[in-house]
């Protein structure tokens, strides 16, 4: 049988969270479009579900600033490098590369732990 053991150590003491939507208004004029959200905290974990076309970006810390995981409807999950989720020390910016997928007529949720 084995044992598990689960340890967390938390300087501070304070637990961040910070959670919110995404919608047009975010969105820079500038083509790639840039979202840039300050936490105030530096994330350890990162979650943007785009709630309308069921794609989810996951970032946990330990991994590349600008890699992370992407589930699509499908189920289908794959390690993306291409930087348009990348984390920053107190926050995190997404970079719509192609036609811009976050829109008045989406819902796109986030959150972030830290």
Same mark, same amino acid.
């Given at each position: 049988?084995?044992?598990?053991?689960?340890?967390?150590?938390?300087?501070?003491g304070?637990?961040h969270?910070?959670?919110?939507?995404?919608?047009?208004? %975010?969105?820079? +004029?500038?083509?790639?479009?840039v979202?840039?959200?300050?936490?105030?905290?530096?994330?350890?974990?990162?979650?943007?579900?785009? +709630?309308?076309?069921?794609?989810?970006?996951?970032?946990?810390?330990?991994? =590349?600033?600008?890699?992370?995981? =992407?589930?699509?409807?499908?189920? %289908?999950?794959?390690?993306?490098?291409?930087?348009?989720?990348?984390?920053?020390?107190?926050?995190?910016?997404?970079?719509?590369?192609?036609?811009?997928?976050?829109? %008045?007529? %989406?819902?796109?949720?986030?959150?972030?732990?830290?």
């Amino acid at each position: 049988m084995a044992i598990l053991k689960n340890t967390q150590f938390n300087m501070s003491g304070i637990a961040h969270r910070a959670n919110g939507t995404l919608s047009a208004e %975010d969105v820079d +004029v500038d083509f790639p479009a840039v979202i840039t959200k300050t936490l105030g905290f530096a994330p350890k974990y990162i979650r943007v579900v785009h +709630v309308t076309d069921r794609i989810i970006h996951e970032w946990f810390e330990g991994m =590349e600033v600008g890699d992370y995981i =992407e589930e699509v409807a499908a189920g %289908d999950k794959t390690l993306e490098t291409d930087d348009l989720l990348s984390v920053t020390a107190d926050g995190f910016t997404i970079t719509q590369a192609s036609n811009p997928t976050i829109s %008045d007529d %989406d819902l796109t949720v986030w959150e972030a732990f830290g």
